[in-house]
């Protein structure tokens, strides 16, 4: 079993849609859960974090962790064509992230 | 603020040739991280300095890559020789501490062996 497990899409919604986003993880000793954003031959881009558990909001962007069952989710709403992209999950501890493959997500206007 | 620097962008070689690639990390940054990413695939760390030592390097195939940060500033990465499986993307991060959470990637070398 990989330890961050996250289905590669692609996910195609139309615009205005709330989108989910999700990674399981098998490590129970991760503290640290991240979701970056990366576009077409760009390096990948932190959108948010999270330390421990719980739920974290910036915008129209939300993240949660549930340690107990070891997943983590990303919403987007209101999503825009501008958000298309691949999403990755990572999670680990202080100095060291494992990533998971990346959902490539479409929105079409 | 100027961000993590990349060269070259793209780089097209043949089997068994050596390649180099060079990063130039966010000023002030300390830690700095060389990737991998394969096609479909998430980053994979090859290696992490602190300043100028190498304090994780445990993923790198020390057969054929070698990586330096002389000065604790810049750093590059070589391979000899190239493979085909070595074709991806060589992904250069930095951050201000040790932690995570404020890692900056750079645009990556796409590397292609022939």
């Known amino acids: 079993q990989k330890e961050v497990e996250q289905d590669p899409g692609p996910l195609s919604v139309p615009e205005g849609a709330i989108v989910s986003l999700n990674c399981t993880y098998s490590n129970s000793a991760f503290q640290y859960f991240m979701w970056y954003r990366q576009y077409s031959r760009k390096g990948p881009e932190l959108l948010m974090y999270?330390?421990?558990?719980g739920n974290k909001e910036d915008g129209r962007f939300t993240a949660q962790v549930d340690k107990s069952s070891k997943y983590i989710s990303l919403f987007i709403r209101d999503s825009q064509p501008s958000d298309s992209a691949t999403y990755l999950c990572a999670t680990g501890g202080y100095s060291t992230l494992t990533f998971g493959k990346g959902t490539m997500l479409l929105v079409s206007p | 603020e100027a961000g993590v620097v990349q060269s070259p962008r793209y780089k097209i070689i043949e089997k068994k040739q050596p390649v180099a690639f060079w990063c130039n990390p966010i000023?002030?940054?300390?830690?700095l991280y060389w990737y991998l990413q394969n096609l479909g695939q998430g980053p994979e760390l090859l290696i992490r300095y602190e300043n100028e030592e190498a304090v994780d390097d445990s993923q790198l195939p020390k057969d054929r890559f070698s990586a330096e940060r002389l000065k604790g500033v810049d750093s590059t990465l070589k391979i000899q020789p190239a493979e085909l499986g070595d074709s991806a993307v060589y992904l250069c991060?930095?951050?201000?501490?040790?932690?995570?959470?404020?890692?900056?990637f750079g645009p990556g070398t796409r590397l292609l062996v022939l």
């Open positions: 000023s002030g940054h300390n830690t």
């Open positions: 991060a930095s951050s201000p501490g040790a932690g995570v959470e404020t890692q900056y």
């Open positions: 999270t330390y421990s558990s």
